[in-house]
């Protein structure tokens, strides 16, 4: 019996036998129809319909929340995946959820400085709905209130790497490896941590809530969502095996927001403690090397109303300590200092039908940017139709201006019920 | 000499009885303003928005609200449509004039923002109601005179023109407010132009706990030819809440309590 079929049935047993405690359930999804025209290529690389289900069974103890989500391409299986199942017990200052869920952390939009709990998805870059692309992670999280201040504990069971795009996708970069053309390097899968108590992870957060000022601060021992290179092996007189693992490493963070006059001001800073890193230096042997440094992401962001529109910006900036020309990422660069800025506008028109809106990233050195318009109208009973561009320009070697190619308008039809 | 003397006393004494017993317009407000509504409310409300075209969008919202050492709380959940179901918004009003604090949660991406708040004259959730209509304006913000009286469904009614202090989208509105019980039959809302813009209509009121409760309104919007119908169901007053309920933790949990 395949997983998706043990899926299906675990879903089809749960909804047939919930009715039988007291309770209620509601569905509620969307399913959405989308497609992408690359301009480079004149091709329609993406082509994909998603189902995104939402069962949720209140009874008197607390909720029973299940999200399935099924991803169907021409020419390709269907995907499908429990996103998430957990359960919430309710309790006078305390409310606990045990199961699959997204934790999602920070002050940040379109970043992920203190939003460390749940990996990235991200298989269509960084493209996906601000809402999927987090990654459900197996954990128990408990919040105890205290007037206005809330503790939250989060203990996550299993590592849960992020998704890279896949082999095929036109997302995937491929890796400039630092050996002569005589060399055939493969990169092999990564390993995983093995599970075990020792291997989970823990995070712990404070926060206060009030009108004048709500903060955050947070923390924890976790594994990086990224792999490293671990290992070059050599295999013959021209082969190497390159072996990748996941490290972990502590941080402490928090964030901010108050209100300035009738603007907000969001703040968020996290210093990862000796944070793994590799490092590429072709005239040692091995060439790749694991390396640990302190590395710290701040942001400011501003968001305010001007003539009846919503407008944001943000100021992004990542230090990384005793840094030196060597230090990679994924095969490429990191910086001593990384500036990237972003900016959103939105407005309603037709009775609030109609949504404009345009979000951008710029990446200041080298100068690049992403530029995400859109338009939306809602037709009416749960029905919207999206239609936007994701126009990558600037320096081929930074993070957007590397995929120029990938430039694309896409069409979206949603219906929620 | 005499005769048109006592004669004078006689007017003079009518006159400065009927002043001694009439409002003026600022009392008339405050009136309105102080009004007992409640330290507490709950209701569901169904918003029905039509277009100039006449076809319609319907809304449901579950509105909690409190008042409490000068702020009102606010809490609500949107039932439906589906798009929207179980966001919810919180806001907190000061009777100081302060700019409200807002907050939105947005459920499918599971954080509570803090939204910026210089949006009382934007329109609410789409509607032909303003931000500033669906809660109270605080009477020193405009300048207030009785015009007249006038018999409206058998109630008669104060008429009082506001002319407001600042820069308004509708800087001046004429209301129809009952004489002696203080809440409004009527509103319009006239542009800088000196054009009516829209026109607030009550349809339907009760006394719910010995409170008068607006159940069925419709505001008009002239120019654009549209309306929004709020009605009021399962109104209850004087609610025990947790100390914790406007908060971010109910945001999320929902209107269950």
């Known amino acids: 019996m395949n997983r998706r079929t043990i899926v299906f049935i675990t879903l089809l047993a749960t909804a047939m036998l919930l009715p039988l405690f007291a309770g209620e359930g509601v569905f509620s999804g ?85 939003d460390l709990v749940s990996p990235r998805d991200l298989r269509s870059f960084i493209l996906a709905d601000f809402t999927e692309i987090r990654k459900a992670v197996p954990a128990v999280k408990v919040d105890h209130y205290l007037g206005d201040y809330t503790l939250e504990a989060i203990w996550v069971s299993h590592f849960v790497p992020f998704s890279p795009p896949s082999e095929d996708s036109m997302w995937r970069q491929a890796a400039n490896l630092p050996f002569p053309p005589a060399i055939t390097a493969t990169i092999l899968e990564p390993t995983m941590p093995k599970s ?37 092996t050599t295999t013959g007189a021209t082969t190497r095996d390159i072996a990748q693992g996941y490290e972990r490493y502590p941080f402490v963070g928090g964030s901010l927001n108050t209100p300035i006059a009738s603007a907000v001001l969001r703040m968020e800073a996290a210093l990862a403690i000796d944070k793994p890193m590799n490092s590429l230096d072709m005239s040692a042997n091995p060439p790749i090397t694991l390396e640990k440094h302190h590395q710290v992401q701040t942001l400011i962001g501003l968001d305010w109303n001007m003539f009846g529109a919503q407008w944001s910006t943000q100021y992004l900036m990542i230090y990384t300590h005793n840094h030196h020309d060597q230090l990679i990422s994924q095969m490429k660069s990191i910086k001593e200092f990384a500036h990237t800025l972003t900016f959103r506008v939105q407005d309603t028109f037709l009775d609030e039908r109609l949504t404009a809106r345009l979000f951008t990233y710029v990446e200041l050195d080298p100068a690049n940017a992403l530029f995400r318009p859109s338009l939306s109208y809602n037709l009416g009973d749960g029905v919207i139709l999206e239609g936007g561009a994701e126009i990558f320009v600037g320096d081929e070697e930074g993070t957007f201006g590397s995929y120029q190619d990938n430039s694309l308008a896409f069409l979206a039809l949603r219906w929620y019920f | 000499m005499k005769r048109i003397s ?38 569901n409300l169904i918003m ?119 820069a308004e989208d509708y800087p001046r509105t004429l209301s129809w407010v009952v004489d002696g019980q203080w809440f409004g039959l009527k509103k319009e809302f006239y542009l800088p132009d000196g054009s009516l813009g829209k026109t607030l209509t009550i349809d339907a009121f009760d006394k719910i706990d010995g409170i008068a409760v607006i159940t069925d309104m419709t505001m008009h919007s002239h120019k654009q030819n549209t309306s929004t119908r709020i009605q009021m169901q399962d109104t209850e007053f004087n609610l025990e809440f947790d100390p914790n309920f406007f908060s971010e933790r109910q945001m999320k949990i929902g209107p269950r309590r």
Request: hydrophobic share 35%; no cysteine.
């Open chain 1, 30 to 114: 969307m399913v959405r129809n989308y497609a992408a025209f690359r301009f480079s290529h004149a091709d329609i690389p993406v082509h994909e319909i998603t189902a995104d289900v939402r069962f949720e069974y209140y009874g008197d103890m607390g909720k029973l929340t299940l999200h399935p989500v099924a991803y169907s391409s021409p020419n390709k299986s269907l995907e499908l995946s429990l996103g998430e199942a957990y359960m919430d017990f309710y309790l006078p200052s305390t409310d606990i959820r045990v199961g699959m869920q997204n934790v999602i952390w920070g002050e940040a939009e379109g970043a992920f400085i203190t």
């Open chain 1, 196 to 232: 075990s108590l020792e291997n989970s992870e823990l995070f712990l957060s404070l926060s206060h809530f009030a009108p004048k000022l709500s903060w955050t601060l947070n923390g924890g021992y976790q594994w990086g969502d990224e792999p490293l290179v671990t290992s070059v």
């Open chain 2, 6 to 43: 006592i004669l004078m006393l006689l007017i003079l004494s009518i006159v400065f009885t009927l002043s001694a017993t009439e409002l003026d317009g600022k009392q008339v407000m405050w009136e309105v303003y102080n009004r007992d509504s409640g330290d507490t409310m709950s209701a």
């Open chain 2, 48 to 166: 029905t928005i039509t277009n100039a075209r006449g076809s319609t969008r319907e809304r449901s919202i579950a509105q909690y609200r409190q008042n409490r050492n000068g702020v009102e709380s606010k809490l609500m959940f949107f039932l439906s449509p589906s798009d929207v179901r179980n966001t919810s918004f919180l806001s907190f009003s000061y009777e100081d004039g302060r700019n409200d604090d807002q907050y939105i949660y947005l459920p499918a991406l599971k954080r509570v923002k803090r939204i910026a708040s210089d949006s009382k004259n934007d329109s609410f959730m789409g509607s032909d109601f303003t931000y500033d209509d669906m809660g109270s304006r605080h009477p020193d913000m405009d300048r207030h005179t009785v015009l007249r009286t006038e018999t409206v469904n058998g109630l008669s009614a104060l008429v009082v023109e506001s002319i407001a202090q600042g």
